[in-house]
């Protein structure tokens, strides 16, 4: 936002006797979110609220079409992209909340590309529990959270990678199944 569209919205509130002043803020620079947080505790003394509203432009190019994805020029009819998601992404959790909501934004992206590729490529997303990979090692080394993990799951253990082994979504066989998340 441009320093004048910030004035002029400063000014509306004023206008209508809104205590109001404005900041110029890129969420994506470090240095900016932390002048906003500064000028604003400065000025009231603390933070009452935070309104998060990430977006884009709704009318842009398919994702597809985008510098980023040079692969889809080569994917065939009866191709297919599978994304590994985890159940993190349907329940994050306090101490991994960041790596639940990347995993919740693959789930979106799934059905986003699942849209723009049907139906010559399938996508999906397979959304395992806790695996015992060297990723999740913090998880699995620690016999009580171990077993406290496997005490969730309906087998009463945890998976495995040959039980989240993705090979058969590629399958022709599966041809009808795109864009859900397969637990």
């Not at 006797?17 to 500064?38: K, N, P, T, Y």
């Not at 919740?104 to 397979?126: H, I, Q």
């Amino acid at each position: 936002m441009c320093k004048r569209n910030v004035d002029e919205a400063v000014e509306k509130l004023k206008a209508q006797e809104i205590d109001a002043f404005g900041i110029i803020c890129h969420v994506s620079d470090a240095q900016h979110r932390q002048s906003l947080v500064q000028k604003t505790i400065q000025r009231y003394g603390k933070i009452d609220i935070v309104v998060c509203n990430a977006a884009v432009n709704p009318f842009t190019d398919p994702i597809l079409s985008t510098p980023e994805f040079d692969l889809s020029p080569h994917f065939e009819k009866g191709s297919s992209v599978i994304f590994i998601t985890s159940i993190a992404a349907f329940q994050p959790q306090v101490p991994t909340a960041m790596y639940g909501v990347t995993k919740t934004a693959l789930l979106g992206l799934t059905k986003a590309l699942a849209a723009e590729m049907g139906p010559d490529t399938r996508v999906n997303a397979v959304a395992p529990g806790v695996v015992p990979t060297h990723f999740a090692s913090f998880i699995t080394r620690n016999s009580e959270v171990r077993r406290t993990n496997e005490e969730k799951t309906l087998l009463n253990r945890l998976g495995t990678t040959d039980d989240m082994a993705v090979q058969p979504l590629s399958w022709p066989l599966m041809m009808l199944l795109t864009s859900p998340e397969i637990l």
